[in-house]
């Protein structure tokens, strides 16, 4: 049994998580982002904006704070806000690079790239950072044809930079990757201990997986669990789909940890208020869409 103890003993509102994708950079893809944002997204503008959204979060009983290289300035942006708050505990990624220039309108806004020099270089920028402080340190959205599936040397390499080591997937053969993921050992112990993968009322399908690796031992991180967006405007849901979406993903019994990607202040107090919800899950309609459809769904949505 894999023992993650960044997250030993969490309950209540601290099964909630921030992740900063959305405030961390002008543009992103969930939808009415931009209704939600102020017109002139400035570094400045954005920074106070993630600061009020973490100062809410922290105060509610939020600990864990999700960041990415590929998030615009979010690492930044967390680092400023930490001190002083000691249990915050600090999970970022690598393997995008933001490429925007903090610009909505950019062509391209990330590049993937798996290699051990991107790790290399990518390791030393959110050290200088955090420091001592990176609880968590994931490779971001591997799919079933990243090297970080096979690569013997950036296993070690990995297993090596001192922060729990996890993965964040996408794409819709999420399941293939945390098994494929969960069966790697570097010396004989497992080397992934953390997996954050997209679960949510249209795409659930990584649920089988995500208990397995539960029953493991490993940490689950649930993203995007309003679907970027799309779950607001379903009706089915009721009167607050957006509460109902995460509430249904912290009642999954294998999600250690669901994150909002609030971008507003009423968001963080969605989110806290579905961590203290009840739901009976078989009670709610059936909206999953196949992988293939969701995920070239999801491609498509405006960076906005």
Excluded at 18 to 46: C, F, N, S
Excluded at 49 to 64: C, N
Excluded at 206 to 217: D, I, R
Excluded at 219 to 239: F, S
Aim: hydrophobic residues 45%; contains cysteine; negative net charge.
């Amino acid at each position: 049994m894999v023992i993650v103890e960044l997250f030993d003993g969490i309950s209540g509102v601290a099964r909630l998580g921030l992740g900063l994708a959305a405030v961390g950079r002008p543009g992103y893809i969930t939808l009415e982002r931009d209704a939600d944002l102020p017109a002139q997204r400035t570094v400045e503008a954005m920074r106070e904006r993630a600061h009020a959204l973490l100062d809410d979060a922290y105060a509610a009983g939020v600990r864990y704070f999700d960041v990415a290289r590929s998030y615009g300035r979010a690492e930044e942006f967390l680092a400023g806000w930490l001190p002083g708050h000691d249990d915050a505990i600090v999970g970022s990624k690598w393997g995008y690079t933001y490429t925007a220039d903090w610009r909505v309108t950019a062509d391209v806004h990330e590049v993937k790239d798996h290699s051990r020099g991107t790790f290399a270089r990518q390791l030393g920028e959110t050290r200088a950072l955090f420091g001592d402080r990176l609880g968590l340190y994931q490779v971001h959205s591997v799919t079933p044809d990243s090297p970080v599936l096979t690569d013997r040397e950036l296993h070690r390499a990995l297993a090596g930079q001192g922060a729990v080591v996890g993965l964040s997937t996408s794409g819709p053969r999420q399941a293939d990757v945390i098994r494929a993921a969960c069966a790697i050992e570097v010396d004989g112990v497992p080397l992934f201990r953390s997996v954050q993968a997209t679960w949510n009322l249209l795409e659930p399908s990584a649920g089988p997986a995500l208990a397995e690796a539960h029953a493991s031992g490993r940490a689950v991180i649930v993203k995007e669990a309003l679907a970027n967006g799309r779950l607001a405007a379903l009706p089915d849901l009721g009167i607050h789909p957006e509460v109902t979406g995460l509430a249904a993903a912290l009642a999954q019994p294998w999600a250690t940890v669901v994150l909002s990607g609030a971008v507003t202040r009423e968001q963080v107090a969605v989110g806290v208020h579905a961590a203290g919800v009840s739901l009976d899950t078989t009670r709610l309609p059936d909206l999953a869409e196949s992988p293939e459809r969701y995920w070239t769904t999801r491609s498509r949505l405006p960076w906005t």
